[in-house]
């Protein structure tokens, strides 16, 4: 596609439930970035994809929250049993190849979840 | 560990007022240094970008930031601001992630509010 797409744009959930929110990058970029978006802890990365394979899973927070990524493509970040503090924007983002992160990716809209 | 600093919060200037905001980073090598912005309900779009060279670089919008490595700064600046730079601005920095990728530590951004 032209750009990062990102789905759903917003999420409203119950606590306890599992949400799962895709991105689905700009066609043919190999690398792919999750982040999240919360008051008071600004942008933090969460997790990177080379390809299907996540060689960098440092910013996950919790064994609650996985993602995975198939035929190089589309991403699926899960949450399992969500809680309130997991209320955030859920950015994602691209680039063609690993090293074109150094010059700037391409950021999707994001996904607003809200556990209530 | 990186870091990123963007000391105001919130700026309020008035339309065709020169801005300047700032941004101090921590990292122990030749960074790579960002800016994005944000518009209410988007994704983060790319400003402009430092890596090598010239110290001053210009950005799409008319912005430029000038990377001050004994400051360890990187300000971003604008001679007149228009109505529609209203927005949420984010300094970011480049932290290598595994297998060489760039995985973003960004500041906690500064909300930019434009007078008539």
Do not use: M
């Not at chain 1, 060689?55 to 035929?71: H, I, Q, V, Y």
């Not at chain 1, 503090?85 to 950015?91: C, G, I, K, M, W």
């Amino acid at each position: 596609g032209a750009g990062v797409s990102q789905s759903p744009s917003n999420k409203v959930t119950e606590k306890g439930k599992d949400v799962e929110l895709r991105c689905d990058p700009i066609s043919g970029h190999t690398a792919l970035y999750w982040y999240r978006q919360s008051l008071g802890q600004g942008l933090e990365f969460l997790i990177y994809f080379q390809g299907n394979s996540a060689p960098d899973k440092s910013g996950l927070p919790s064994d609650r929250f996985s993602a995975e990524r198939t035929g190089g493509s589309v991403s699926t970040l899960t949450i399992q049993r969500t809680q309130q503090e997991d209320s955030a924007v859920y950015l994602c983002a691209s680039s063609l190849r690993r090293t074109d992160a150094n010059y700037g990716y391409t950021f999707g809209s994001g996904t607003r979840l809200t556990v209530v | 560990a990186q870091s990123v600093t963007q000391p105001d919060i919130h700026i309020t200037v008035s339309e065709g007022a020169s801005l300047e905001l700032r941004c101090n980073y921590s990292y122990g090598a030749t960074p790579y240094l960002f800016w994005y912005v944000q518009s209410p309900g988007q994704g983060l779009q790319l400003l402009l970008k430092y890596f090598s060279g010239d110290t001053l670089v210009q950005g799409i919008k008319g912005f430029e930031a000038e990377f001050k490595r004994s400051q360890s700064s990187f300000n971003l600046r604008k001679p007149s601001v228009h109505w529609s730079d209203a927005a949420e601005y984010f300094c970011a920095v480049g932290a290598t992630a595994i297998q060489g990728a760039q995985k973003l530590v960004f500041g906690q951004g500064t909300r930019l509010t434009i007078n008539p």
